[in-house]
């Protein structure tokens, strides 16, 4: 298990050294899983505000192939539930790649399978689904919050979709937190209302300063982490199993990717 502090780097340090890209996340009360990270084309939105791990990609389809066959091959199938990311969206991945995810699928007896796209292949995800017949398929959407004047200022090209707009097609989402913004906590706090309710699952990100130009807001991290909702959060048996908090920056996190997304020699 890797400490969260050390893999922190910049995207072009990642790029440059080799990212860990397969993981198992078996916490208790959590869904058992493996992880991976694939290498897309590159993210077809690509201009969210805070995000500098789009610069995972590679437009060489045949290079992405290589790298993602050499990933899947860490593959076990021993919880027969595997989440695949990659820093864009699934519809993202050469067609290889994904030839190469059906056989997995199949040849490790996955049955639950968990991808992520951006809202802007939602209509896809029924095409999606029907590549992998054998599995039951879910898919997060990165809606970062429900509060819509704040995406439009995260940029993420979401429009003005509400959560309702959101499960039509999703069965996940991710909430991003702990960077300067007006609303702090409370925003939080209704956004895991929201999420609670009407999403099976959700991850909570704790922003960590990278190479775009927003910044954690130190107080405001900490503030969560002595609040009535982070105690939420980690104590009660509803939210503890639809919730996952990851913070590669502090090690009040009580979970992690496996280091997934950090350099190989952190881990
Ligand atoms: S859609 Fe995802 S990968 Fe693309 S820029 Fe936004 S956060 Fe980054």
């Known amino acids: 298990m890797n400490t969260h502090i050390d893999i922190v780097q910049s995207a072009q340090e990642r790029k440059e050294i080799g990212m860990k890209r397969y993981g198992i996340l078996n916490y208790p009360d959590s869904l058992h899983r493996e992880f991976i990270l694939l290498r897309g084309l590159g993210c077809g939105w690509e201009r969210c505000t805070f995000c500098d791990y789009c610069a995972d990609k590679d437009t060489d389809a045949q290079k992405n192939y290589q790298l993602n066959k050499s990933v899947l091959a860490n593959v076990t199938g021993q919880f027969r539930c595997l989440q695949i990311v990659s820093s864009g969206s699934f519809s993202e991945l050469d067609f290889q790649t994904i030839t190469a995810i059906q056989s997995t699928v199949i040849e490790k007896n996955i049955n639950y399978l968990i991808l992520e796209t ?150």
């Open 118 to 267: 951006h809202t802007m292949y939602e209509r896809q995800l029924p095409n999606i689904r029907a590549l992998f017949p054998t599995a039951n398929v879910e898919f997060i959407v990165g809606a970062e919050t429900f509060d819509i004047e704040l995406r439009y200022k995260l940029n993420k090209g979401q429009g003005n979709r509400t959560v309702e707009d959101y499960t039509k097609h999703y069965e996940w989402t991710n909430l991003l937190f702990g960077f300067e913004e007006e609303n702090g906590l409370s925003r939080l706090e209704h956004d895991v209302t929201l999420a609670m309710k009407h999403f099976k699952r959700f991850t909570i990100c704790m922003f960590c300063d990278n190479d775009t130009p927003i910044k954690r807001d130190p107080k405001l991290v900490d503030e969560f982490y002595k609040s009535e909702l982070f105690s939420f959060l980690t104590t009660d048996p509803t939210a503890r199993f639809k919730c996952e908090i990851l913070d590669d920056c502090d090690i009040r996190a009580p979970h992690s990717t496996d280091g997934v997304g950090g350099v190989l020699m952190d881990i």
